[in-house]
């Protein structure tokens, strides 16, 4: 009766908005037109269903059309809080196994992409309200997303069970085990040892033997774990065999995603030509069309092919550069494994030309370390600029390798090779043949007459005579520029001591200090030396700091340098602070034998 009456207020509602309607010439045509049938059904589709706005405006969306809305748009926030509100409503008993399979669906994409335990967590209740609901289900494809919520909670044994259950007809003679059931056992993100390998790999054969033909998304994950676990021969067998099915059909970015996985296995088995032609197969791909940003930095996992980007973004412009870029990062690293520096860097410039998205601030640490260990400075310029130029701030681990390589003491092996190289570019004028038993010291307490203070290791006279051999070895002013250009990056001012907006580690204050002695400006050492303290005092007020234990011997060598730096400028009322601060954190000036070492 209260239904009755609601929808003949309701009619008279409408006839009266009619009957106005007639008075306005745009709006005659549309009522007119209008039949009665459809008045009825809006009405009875707005009493019986709820809108997605709480209201019964019939020109509103149900429920349910917004929820399909939300599935074709990938967002999995909007479906999960547009299907707790149909779980109480009348609109329940109007879902579809299709829509809660989608719904399901969406939950488990949404964990392999953003690696959310959330979405598993709303996918399990999804489950369990349909089966205390017993809602009928008798589709394949619902069982299936089953399945990969188990294989994803790490509940194996009830995905086989359920898997089990559809071949023996359990759930009725049309679900049956077909490719994307052993397709989501496959993508089990638990799987990590050879065990789990053996296990996968006796499915596979099991799904070949019923004339199931893999595709890519069966093999990707079993060509991941047999590269984790080292089956090389498998892996070998697995990118041999034929495809069934041509890359080309797939999204630009699902492609990108396989041919980023596939890549890395060749790398793994160190067949890099192979994995660039991969690299170069994927530019072939049309660019996707949605330009929408993702809207934080995407987080890598566990290696460069394993990246975290937002469910609804997975198929827009930036994210088959995410994936491209990736591989990019793969090979070159490999390159700078290999030791072919230029490979990679012909690389590093390909990719800033072919993609608009810059470079990762890891693919530049990997050629700071590898520039750094050689002491090759023109090279960190060069990189340096580069960050700068694409917007790619260095972090701490970035500018310590900029600012003590320029600093480091040598080996005899490495110093070496530092002036073989010299001469070939001849830079240095041919060394006269002199007697290589003889070794000049050149510690810096003990400076011979005639040689500049370098605090190289004990080296032979022949290499300790050329010409601006510590311009080879040393580079204090390269050393002092870079820390410059730490605080300017970090919007600091280098003489302003109480900041914090830029707290360097001791290690770059021991080479700053380093190159400020070799510069001789000691006061300079005395204001880095300030810094370091007030630092220290910082972090641990009350107790010794802990950078203290980790590095030794860079801060006794900072102690060290800061006594001889006020002794130069003969200020007394620093050496007994310095001293007093010695004691204070039981600091022992370096032996010999520590310099050597450092």
Not at 49 to 73: E, I
Not at 113 to 129: C, G, S
Not at 418 to 441: F, M, N, W
Request: with cysteine; proline share 5%.
């Amino acid at each position: 009766m209260l239904v009755g009456s609601s929808v003949g207020a309701r009619v008279s509602t409408i006839m009266r908005t009619r009957l106005v309607a007639r008075s306005t010439p745009n709006t005659l045509y549309k009522a007119k037109r209008e039949p009665v049938c459809a008045i009825n059904a809006r009405l009875q589709q707005s009493v019986w269903y709820s809108t997605a706005d709480g209201t019964n405006d019939p020109t509103t969306p149900t429920l349910r059309q917004t929820l399909t809305k939300a599935l074709l748009q990938n967002k999995p926030q909007e479906v999960w809080t547009l299907f707790r509100r149909i779980t109480h409503s009348l609109e329940w008993h109007m879902l579809t196994e299709d829509e809660i399979c989608r719904t399901v669906r969406v939950f488990n994409n949404q964990f392999i992409f953003e690696h959310t335990t959330d979405a598993l967590m709303r996918a399990n209740i999804i489950v369990k309200l349909c089966q205390e609901r017993e809602v009928k289900t008798a589709t394949t494809a619902f069982y299936n997303e089953c399945i990969r919520l188990n294989v994803y909670m790490n509940k194996r044994d009830m995905a086989y069970e359920i898997k089990e259950n559809m071949d023996a007809g359990v759930y009725g003679v049309d679900v049956k085990s077909d490719i994307y059931t052993y397709t989501s056992i496959f993508s089990d993100v638990n799987a990590t040892t050879a065990e789990d390998l053996a296990q996968l790999v006796e499915l596979y054969d099991e799904m070949l033997s019923r004339g199931i033909q893999p595709t890519e998304l069966v093999k990707k994950p079993l060509i991941k774990l047999a590269r984790q676990v080292g089956e090389h021969r498998l892996l070998k067998a697995l990118l041999e065999s034929p495809d069934t099915e041509k890359l080309t059909t797939l999204h630009s970015t699902t492609a990108a995603r396989m041919l980023s996985n596939r890549a890395q296995a060749y790398i793994a088995q160190y067949d890099i030509d192979t994995a660039k032609a991969q690299l170069e197969e994927l530019l072939i791909y049309h660019i996707p069309k949605d330009t929408r940003p993702i809207p934080f930095s995407p987080g890598y996992v566990s290696g460069s092919s394993d990246i975290k980007i937002p469910l609804h973004f997975t198929r827009t412009r930036e994210a088959f550069f995410i994936y491209t870029r990736s591989l990019y990062e793969s090979i070159m690293r490999i390159y700078l494994v290999r030791r072919r520096a230029n490979d990679a860097r012909e690389l590093l410039d390909d990719m800033r030309r072919t993609i608009y998205l810059p470079p990762t601030r890891m693919a530049y640490n990997w050629f700071i370390r590898f520039h750094a260990k050689r002491k090759n400075i023109q090279k960190l310029h060069e990189i340096h600029d580069m960050m700068l130029q694409d917007g790619v701030m260095p972090d701490e681990y970035a500018y310590t390798k900029f600012i003590t390589s320029c600093m480091y003491h040598p080996n005899a092996q490495r110093l070496q090779k530092l002036v073989d190289t010299a001469a070939r570019r001849s830079i240095l004028d041919a060394p006269e043949k002199a007697d290589s038993g003889h070794v000049l010291s050149t510690r810096l307490d003990e400076p011979d007459e005639g040689v500049q203070r370098s605090g190289l290791p004990d080296v032979p006279r022949h290499i300790m005579e050329l010409a601006n051999i510590h311009n080879i070895v040393y580079h204090p002013q390269a050393c002092t520029r870079f820390y410059k250009s730490m605080f300017l990056e970090h919007e600091a001012d280098i003489d302003d001591l109480r900041s914090e907006k830029c707290q360097p580690n001791a290690h770059i204050i021991n080479a700053v200090m380093c190159a400020y002695t070799m510069l001789e400006k000691p006061v300079f050492v005395l204001r880095e030396f300030q810094r370091f303290v007030r630092h220290q005092h910082r972090l641990s007020p009350h107790q010794p700091p802990s950078d203290l234990m980790k590095s030794i011997v860079p801060v006794a060598h900072i102690f060290k340098m800061a006594l001889d730096a006020a002794r130069v400028i003969n200020n007394q009322w620093m050496v007994r602070k310095i001293l007093a601060q010695m004691d204070v954190w039981e600091v022992r000036l370096p032996n010999p034998v520590a310099k050597e070492a450092l």
